[in-house]
């Protein structure tokens, strides 16, 4: 599904609204493990997953951190630069080879106040991200190892196709053995 029919499907857009909107869009592809955003730097976009798995992380001197997955038909965006104009912490990075939609937040701002339907998708998305964000941080602190690897088992199981397993044991918060022991069990 590319993101007109997402568009389409997720709140029923004319013919005429999905053409003003992927007129302001513009195609990337990346391949494997590519940087799509810098840690640390300003993005005032929202990044659709066309075709691909993303990856939102962080660095420190000691580590690489995944906090998030973005699989096809997901969205991303830098949340410190769209909303407060700051550089943000967190940078994206294709895992597979990636096909990402971008747009500027600022024209699909103009465009939700044009169009009430984008607004509420707008809300959902935000909902559903702070939704997501929130489990996984209730996860991390409050389930054990295998409850965390079965919650992803069952959320988004092509991860574990396709993305190395220090990269998946990174986002569970447990070490890529402990992980490696959890698959074999399973």
């Not at 029919?5 to 003003?20: A, H």
């Not at 489990?135 to 409050?142: A, D, K, N, Q, R």
């Amino acid at each position: 599904m590319n993101f007109a029919q997402f568009l389409s499907e997720k709140i029923n857009l004319s013919q005429s609204e999905i053409e003003l909107l992927m007129n302001n869009c513009s195609t990337h592809n990346f391949q494997k493990k590519e940087i799509i955003l810098e840690p640390f730097s300003l993005s005032k976009k929202i990044y659709f997953v066309e075709e691909g798995i993303i990856r939102v992380f962080y660095e420190t001197d000691a580590r690489d951190i995944t906090l998030a997955f973005c699989e096809k038909n997901e969205i991303s965006l830098p949340v410190e630069s769209v909303f407060y104009d700051k550089e943000c912490k967190f940078g994206i990075q294709s895992v597979t080879e990636t096909k990402i939609i971008k747009l500027n937040y600022a024209v699909w701002e103009q465009l939700c106040e044009q169009n009430p339907r984008l607004l509420q998708l707008d809300k959902k998305f935000l909902i559903e991200n702070i939704r997501k964000f929130t489990e996984h941080i209730y996860s991390t602190h409050f389930k054990t190892p295998k409850e965390r690897f079965d919650d992803l088992m069952q959320s988004k199981p092509a991860i574990f196709n396709k993305v190395p397993l220090n990269t998946i044991a990174s986002y569970l918060g447990m070490t890529q053995e402990t992980l490696s022991r959890l698959r074999a069990g399973k």
